[in-house]
Antibody, heavy 118, light 112 residues
């Protein structure tokens, strides 16, 4: 059974930094791309970033490019999102999601909440 | 970015009756491998999204066969043949062809 457990969400001031983690199990982690998707309170879903199975290729939404960095440690089956220069509009639930089935996010974690406020 | 437009945004339904949600993309969704990566998700209040349909019409693992997807080009549809109480929540279409992957605004389904 695929399991994704996010952690690292917290209250942070505007301009601050945070690192999110996602521990994965139940599938061959290194074989598949992984994604971060966020959802602002009461709003819809937004793809934030993605990374290839070997970690070489990364993708970012324009809204986070230059401020967020996605990475993975395949020896630890863990996905990361380093978030910097945080803004109020980055406040959201952040989900990690698999791409075991190409072209979709077939499994999702329970999310970790990032609050940006002074 | 590809804009995904859903309609309606709110859908009151009667238990046991069919329901349909439309999704239109601002450009074609055929990938270089020939596949069309159009997906549908269901999100219940307080829960993570769950994959219902991928590649236009393939059902996700454990998804009941009352859910079906269809469409091509830029126009796609999710149909529920007979709505059950557990189907309430928000439904999102999402394209996985062009980065950034983009979602529709969501359609809130509630029981009349």
């Amino acid at each position: 059974e695929v399991q994704l457990v996010e952690s690292g969400g917290d209250l942070v001031q505007p301009g601050g930094s945070l690192r999110l983690s996602c521990a994965a199990s139940g599938f061959t982690f290194s074989d598949h791309p992984m994604h971060w998707v966020r959802q602002a309170p009461g709003k819809g879903l937004e793809s934030v970033s993605a990374i290839s199975g070997n970690g070489v290729t990364t993708y970012y939404a324009n809204s986070v490019k230059g401020r967020f960095t996605i990475s993975r440690d395949n020896s630890k089956n863990t996905l990361y999102l380093q978030m910097g220069s945080l803004r109020v509009e980055d406040m959201a639930m952040y989900y990690c999601a698999t791409e075991v089935v190409p072209g979709t996010n077939d499994h999702w974690g329970q999310g970790t909440l990032v609050t940006v406020s002074s | 970015d590809v804009v995904m437009t859903q309609s309606p945004l709110s859908l009151p339904v009667t238990l046991g009756q069919p329901a349909s949600i439309s999704c239109r993309s601002s450009q074609g969704l055929v990938f270089s491998d020939g596949n069309t990566y159009l997906n549908w998700f269901h999100q219940r209040p307080g829960q993570s999204p769950r994959l219902l349909i991928y590649k236009v019409s393939d059902r996700g693992s454990g998804v009941p066969d009352r859910f079906s997807g269809s469409g091509s080009g830029t126009d796609f549809t999710l149909k529920i043949s007979r709505v059950e109480a557990e189907d309430v929540g928000v439904y999102y279409c999402m394209q996985g062809t062009h980065w950034p992957w983009t979602f529709g605004q969501g359609t809130k389904v509630e029981i009349k």
